[in-house]
T-cell receptor, first 112, second 114 residues
């Protein structure tokens, strides 16, 4: 089984809809991250969490919110989706000492 | 202001033709430089971490090196299966914080043809 899982893997939605992307991990890591990837722009950090009670904004948090329900679960919500939020979204985890991040398989989101 | 710059953006190599990818960074107080491989439609896969100038790490046909301003990913005698996007990231402590995070470059898309 994969260490970091994301659901759904693909989603097509309409402008104005609320969308939730979910991430679960079995690595036992405290730190979790949400990134979006757009062609030519690389990975950009949306939100990150260093433990269950800690939430931090990344570079591009506007239009997004997150919830850290447990050590193993970190959800990303788009309150009112817009077309320029069409992208590939990745969840990642890391432990407290070693900063290498382990990525999930990604969610491809299309907002029409 | 970019913290991490990767070059070239794209590189095409013939199988067996060795080359290097570059990652230059401007952060001070580097806490680690990371290389990842990403296949189309998939999540990045960790390759190496380098912590100090002069450090080198190898894995199969890949060798990563680090200086005070840049890192190189050397690919020796590449094969078509090495085709992927290679991402570089640096770990930096943000001002006012005691914890850090990764800043990614935009990647180099490598294509190796037979």
């Amino acid at each position: 089984d994969a260490d970091v899982t994301q659901t759904p893997r693909n989603r097509i939605t309409k402008t104005g809809k609320r969308i939730m992307l979910e991430c679960s991990q079995t690595k036992g890591h405290d730190r979790m991250y949400w990134y979006r990837q757009d062609p030519g722009l690389g990975l950009r950090l949306i939100y990150y969490s260093f433990d269950v009670k800690d939430i931090n904004k990344g570079e591009i948090s506007d239009g997004y919110s997150v919830s850290r329900q447990a050590q193993a679960k970190f959800s990303l919500s788009l309150e009112s989706a817009i077309p320029n939020q069409t992208a590939l979204y990745f969840c990642a985890t890391s432990d407290l000492v070693v900063n290498e991040q382990f990525f999930g398989p990604g969610t491809r989101l299309t907002v029409l | 202001e970019d913290q991490v710059t990767q070059s070239p953006e794209a590189l095409r190599l013939q199988e067996g033709e060795s080359s290097s990818l570059n990652c230059s960074y401007t952060v001070s107080g580097l806490r680690g430089l990371f290389w990842y491989r990403q296949d189309p439609g998939k999540g990045p896969e960790f390759l190496f971490t380098l912590y100090s100038a002069g450090e080198e790490k190898e894995k199969e046909r890949l060798k990563a090196t680090l200086t005070k301003k840049e890192s190189f990913l050397h690919i020796t005698a590449p094969k078509p299966e090495d085709s992927a996007t290679y991402l570089c990231a640096v770990h930096r402590i943000d001002r006012g914080s005691t914890l850090g995070r990764l800043y990614f470059g935009r990647g180099t898309q490598l294509t190796v043809w037979p």
